[in-house]
């Protein structure tokens, strides 16, 4: 019987595989009846929720009986003021996943052509599957975007080109530069989604110049969320920054009531615990060495990363050192559902999370048949 159902689904639903999260912590303690695990699989703050974030939660409680704001008054507020555009110009979304597949959705359908990279974000892959658009996928250069390459495959019938930056599973980073460069010659008929999940790990770097485009680019979407450095992944909330006008468009698509309560309230007052989000990057920045001189103390190459992760390369088959790892209680991230079979992502943890990643890694490392490096 379920067999046959899927039959009747429309063609895009009926070819998708479902996005693979990173395994659930309790999901492995079930399983091998371990205690103590150690989750670097799904890129969350280690930290966790800052005590702004936590405060407004205890007070968001209290109004559970109700709907929330559908217009999300709070953190719209909240996101013009700290940025300087109007709160016409956000729309906010159940983590930026729901955005994502809110523009999607909004813009592409049959006969239309979304571009993104090899390598890029899945859900972008998921999301152009499930409305029945067709994928044109650049090649990657360097594990990261090749924008060229990207221009090269827009047409006529391009709707969408999807960027991360950073981008998620390979953490590389295209230059400000290079991007004006794209936008300015992306035809305007192409809306452009640039998804910055990781942004604010860049800190003094290129944060936030990128919202400074939107005035010059009317095609331009970018795309943000709490559930990386403002360690708010369990409330998903997210928001995309655009013309209002795309605003608009998007605000007629997602469902009336899509982002929570305790979200809305929690989001508004994390993004200004400064301090919060200044000791999260700094302990980012810590655990990125620790691990990167741990891999490279193991003889293993690694991508650099510009996010709070890092994907390292093995001698071997990722799949079995990611099980063997499973055994020792560390949850890390395969990624062969990317093209990228020899290659695990690592979430940066608390240092002593870290340690013990590295120091299960080393274990199964000399128990592998030696392989060519
Ligand atoms: C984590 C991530 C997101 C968003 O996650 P949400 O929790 O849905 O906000 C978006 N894009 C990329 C590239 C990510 O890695």
Redesign the pocket.
Known sequence: MSKAFIHRAVPGVQALSPYVPGKPTDELQRELGLSDIVKLAS?ENPLGPGPAAQAALALACKELGRYPDGNGYVLKAALADRFRLSQTSFTLGN????I?EIIIRAFAGPGDEVVYSQYA?A?YALATQAVGASARVAPARDYGHDLDAMLGLVTPATKLVCI?NPN?PTGTLLTPGSLLDFLARLPEHVVCIL?E??CEYLADQHYPESLDWLARFPNLIITR?F??IHGL?GL?V?YAASAPELADVLNRVRQPFNVNTPGLYAAAAALNDHVHVAESCRLNREGLAQLTAGAAHLGLDYIPSHANFVTIALPGDAADIYRALLQRGVIVRPLANYGLSRHLRISVGLPAENARCLSALADVLAMLPVASA
């Open positions: 890129n983590g930026s996943n729901d994502l974000f859900v991360a998620n998804d999940a990781y969320t559930s990386k992944a998903r997210g």
